[in-house]
Nanobody, 122 residues
Framework: QVQLVESGGGPVQAGGSVRLSCAAS????????MGWYRQAPGKQRELVAT???????NYHDFVKGRFTISRDNAKNTVQLEMNSLKPEDTAVYYC????????????????WGQGTQVTVSS
């Protein structure tokens, strides 16, 4: 009923910047929280940043002011601007959204995108 599609990933040199985008589509009534998670080889998936429909943001400590999350509620999209990238930022980045479906009140469901690879070389 809902799908998330990420774009913008790819190779980048250390110190460079990448902008990730995610678009949600389907029988969506509203989206509460949208965010980004990442998973490196051999490690668990971890939160990068989230943003509510009201614009309240939350970042993991490892971001250290380098990343900025934003969203367009009218378009059901979320972006992640990543600056001063480091090799340890290399991972598959996943979009996440907590969604209320059309015609189903008092119910929220979490959805995940397919992931986009970001590779940072030194």
């Amino acid at each position: 009923q809902v799908q998330l599609v990420e774009s913008g990933g790819g190779p980048v040199q250390a110190g460079g910047s990448v902008r990730l985008s995610c678009a949600a589509s389907g029988t969506i009534f509203s989206i509460n929280v949208m965010g980004w998670y990442r998973q490196a080889p051999g490690k668990q998936r971890e939160l990068v940043a989230t943003i509510t429909s009201g614009g309240i943001t939350n970042y993991h400590d490892f971001v250290k002011g380098r990343f900025t999350i934003s969203r367009d509620n009218a378009k059901n999209t979320v972006q992640l601007e990543m600056n001063s990238l480091k090799p340890e930022d290399t991972a598959v980045y996943y979009c996440n959204a907590v969604v209320r479906l059309m015609g189903i009140p008092l119910r929220w469901d979490a959805y995940w995108g397919q992931g986009t690879q970001v590779t940072v070389s030194s």
